[in-house]
T-cell receptor
Framework: GIQVEQSPPDLILQEGANSTLRCNFS?????LQWFHQNPWGQLINLFY???GTKQNGRLSATTVATERYSLLYISSSQTTDSGVYFC??????????FGEGTQLTVNP | GAVVSQHPSRVICKSGTSVKIECRSL??????MFWYRQFPKQSLMLMAT?????????EQGVEKDKFLINHASLTLSTLTVTSAHPEDSSFYIC?????????????FGNGTRLTVT
């Protein structure tokens, strides 16, 4: 099956810093989603981005499907951005394969 | 936006008992729902695909007799963990997409944290 790799596995930032999270996938995908999992386990949809670039406030994402990667940009990070960020590649039958996640800690 | 509700959010049960978890799509119909499991500090792993009106499709290594899935309506799928054991303790989370199909994101419930004592 498809392999999804995320980097870095852990990231510690000072409030106000910018960061880039990367997601590589080993095969063609139908879609690519980014999620933020908060400390209570809730998965929050950030982006549904099979290709191209999208922006939502301080967050933006770019997927280059032909090169099999996606990037999540966080600008002016805040302590509330802390948590685990997952990317998930969607293949046939709407099956999502998740990466191992990036644990982000934003310190005040 | 699309809302998926999961209940209960947390459950503690004794070893050998069964636990049922519900997943509802509140404002859309879902012909297909998905069940995932997440162990602490790990990623989410797909357990099974729940199909309305037909049998669920299980991923390799997932025991279908232990994790019973029923998708009796377009808005409800249930996962029953039968004869639970401590190693079944995990975070279970469901997801769904509306009947309009592939051009929309999958939405997730808030998850159920199961602890088997």
């Amino acid at each position: 099956g498809i392999q999804v790799e995320q980097s870095p596995p852990d990231l510690i930032l000072q409030e106000g810093a910018n960061s880039t999270l990367r997601c590589n996938f080993s095969d063609s995908v139908n879609n690519l989603q980014w999620f933020h999992q908060n400390p209570w386990g809730q998965l929050i949809n950030l982006f549904y981005i099979p290709s191209g670039t999208k922006q939502n406030g301080r967050l933006s994402a770019t997927t280059v499907a032909t090169e099999r990667y996606s990037l999540l940009y966080i600008s002016s990070s805040q302590t509330t951005d802390s948590g685990v960020y997952f990317c998930a590649a969607e293949t046939s039958g709407s099956r999502l394969t998740f990466g191992e996640g990036t644990q982000l800690t934003v310190n005040p | 936006g699309a809302v998926v509700s999961q209940h209960p959010s947390r459950v503690i049960c004794k070893s050998g008992t069964s636990v049922k978890i519900e997943c509802r799509s509140l404002d859309f119909q879902a012909t297909t729902m998905f069940w995932y499991r997440q162990f602490p500090k790990q990623s989410l792993m797909l357990m099974a695909t729940s199909n309305e009106g037909s049998k669920a499709t299980y991923e390799q290594g997932v025991e279908k007799d232990k994790f019973l899935i029923n998708h009796a309506s377009l808005t409800l799928s249930t996962l029953t963990v039968t004869s639970a054991h401590p190693e079944d303790s995990s975070f279970y989370i469901c997801s769904a997409r509306g009947v309009q199909g592939g051009d929309s994101p999958l939405h997730f419930g808030n998850g159920t944290r199961l602890t088997v004592t």
